[in-house]
């Protein structure tokens, strides 16, 4: 009866798209990430100043309108380069490849700020089935596992020690009005967060956590406690 209700309710997708997006994908790419970033970065030691920015940067949008192409998504987005792949054979396909994207995010002062930029892919499933009749998915349905696709993502992403400072989760909101460069200005706004932050640590002084564009108080969606996702084990099972 339970699992017939949560199917009605649909909480299941969202539940189950961030668990297959963090085992299948951010737990596998993050741990290397930052090895991939040091790589990059003697290199090219002016493009990537600040190691808080060492991060992969998720973008969430909650319309799940998501771009294959992020240069058209915004114009101040422009692509630099692959940061160093990892190569794993993966559920019988040999030698698969995973790699990300730099990116250079022009701000409205036209200074550059690097940093590896992606969105979450999941959303594009959620997208779909909302276009799906079906899935049964509509406009409202699909605001509402987004919200939640987040909120349970961040929960999972908080309680793994293997990816601990190696993400930064930007959700949001887009305007009702097309605003050119709104996804430059929001990533660049968190590009500042981390950078302020790294500078409180090196002066000494206890660094403020800023709250982000959308945090998890905006999304909440008044779900019980026994839906909201358990924390990690730590006994390897």
């Known amino acids: 009866?339970?699992?017939?209700?949560?199917?009605?309710?649909?909480?299941?997708?969202?539940?189950g798209l961030a668990w297959s997006y963090y085992v299948g994908y951010l737990k596998i790419v993050l741990p290397r990430l930052?090895?991939?970033m040091e790589e990059f970065s003697r290199v090219n030691p002016n493009l990537m100043t600040s190691r808080k920015t060492w991060k992969?940067?998720?973008?969430?949008?909650?319309?799940?309108?998501?771009?294959d192409d992020l240069e058209k998504a915004d114009s101040n987005i422009q692509y630099v380069t692959d940061l160093t792949e990892t190569t794993l054979a993966r559920a019988g396909t040999k030698k698969r490849v995973y790699k990300h994207s730099l990116y250079a995010i022009r701000d409205e002062e036209?200074?550059?700020?690097?940093?590896?930029?992606?969105?979450?892919?999941?959303?594009?499933?959620?997208?779909a089935?909302?276009?799906?009749?079906?899935?049964?998915?509509?406009?409202?349905?699909?605001?509402e596992q987004a919200k939640l696709f987040y909120r349970t993502l961040e929960d999972i992403l908080k309680g793994s020690k293997e990816c601990a400072d190696t993400y930064r989760l930007i959700a949001y909101e887009e305007p009702?009005?097309?605003?050119?460069?709104?996804?430059?200005?929001?990533?660049?706004?968190?590009?500042?967060?981390?950078?302020?932050?790294?500078?409180?640590?090196?002066?000494?002084?206890?660094?403020?956590?800023?709250?982000?564009?959308?945090?998890?108080?905006?999304?909440?969606?008044?779900?019980?406690?026994?839906?909201?996702?358990?924390?990690?084990r730590t006994d390897g099972f």
């Open 129 to 143: 089935m909302s276009q799906d009749e079906c899935a049964a998915f509509s406009r409202e349905e699909r605001l």
């Open 1 to 15: 009866e339970m699992s017939e209700m949560s199917e009605r309710s649909k909480q299941n997708v969202a539940h």
């Open 56 to 67: 992969l940067h998720i973008l969430v949008p909650l319309s799940c309108d998501v771009y």
């Open 176 to 232: 009702e009005e097309a605003e050119t460069h709104f996804l430059s200005r929001e990533i660049v706004w968190h590009l500042r967060q981390e950078h302020h932050e790294e500078i409180a640590v090196l002066e000494g002084s206890h660094p403020h956590t800023p709250s982000t564009a959308l945090d998890s108080a905006e999304l909440n969606l008044q779900i019980s406690v026994s839906d909201l996702p358990q924390p990690l």
């Open 34 to 36: 930052k090895k991939s």
């Open 110 to 127: 036209n200074q550059l700020w690097h940093c590896a930029v992606e969105y979450a892919t999941p959303l594009q499933s959620l997208w």
